[in-house]
């Protein structure tokens, strides 16, 4: 696999905002079902939810590599003012829900996430663990991406598609990160193996996935 992408590169998004089959770029296995844009149009106060809770646990989850791996220089100085962004990123759809006159309401169980997180090892090296949690992160990420893309394509409201517009830049951004972050600390041809596995695991659980409006995921 060659990822020939760096972070915040900006061919990296011309490419992508040009390119209506994304999966191809991000390396994702499997596109978003296009009935998932029609649903979530229907149910904004749910995906807003949804996705107010995802930017937080994206920042928590930065929040946690720092504090496990305070001693990889590189990882503390990059993810830091990350954590700044995906704040904002809430902050921001919390604004739009207020605007909306809706209310924050209730975290959902995360199936996704969770699903994924059977996937991560539970023994070998330190380097393994590292490198899972540094892929995870970077393949929610992607699908992230993928879904705001579909977001900034396929609703009707103007306004809304240029909202989700901007998180797509953003997640992109970030996707790229976290693989440099990974080929930092471990060996390439290591990372790229294990991507291949991650990729594919993820498309099996998007497959199995109801197609549900109310979720980011
Ligand atoms: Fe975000
Ligand atoms: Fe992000």
């Known amino acids: 696999m060659d990822l020939g992408l760096k972070a915040g590169s900006s061919i990296f998004l011309l490419q992508m905002e040009n390119n209506h089959n994304i999966k191809n770029i991000l390396g994702l ?24 809770y995802c930017e937080q646990k994206a920042a928590t989850s930065c929040i946690s590599l720092i504090q496990r791996y305070n001693d990889k220089e590189k990882l503390v100085q990059e993810l830091s003012p990350i954590v700044t962004e995906e704040w904002g990123h809430f902050r921001s759809v919390l604004a739009e829900l207020k605007k909306r006159k809706l209310n924050l309401g209730r975290q959902r169980k995360d199936e996704y996430v969770n699903e994924l997180l059977n996937f991560e090892t539970k023994g070998g090296s330190e380097d393994d663990r590292l490198l899972d949690k540094l892929l995870l992160c970077a393949l929610i990420e992607a699908r992230s991406c993928e879904r705001f893309k579909r977001l900034s394509e396929g609703l009707d409201e103007k306004y809304m598609r240029n909202f989700y517009r901007r998180f797509m830049k953003s997640e992109a951004g970030h996707y790229t990160l976290f693989i440099e972050l990974a080929e930092t600390y471990i060996e390439k041809k ?9 990729l594919e695991y993820e498309a099996a659980v998007i497959k199995k996935m109801d197609v549900r409006g109310d979720r980011i995921h």
């Open 29 to 52: 296995k499997l596109p978003t079902d296009p009935r998932w844009v029609d649903l979530a149009e229907k149910t904004v106060e749910e995906i807003l939810t949804d996705h107010a």
């Open 190 to 198: 290591k990372v790229r193996q294990r991507w291949k596995e991650w």
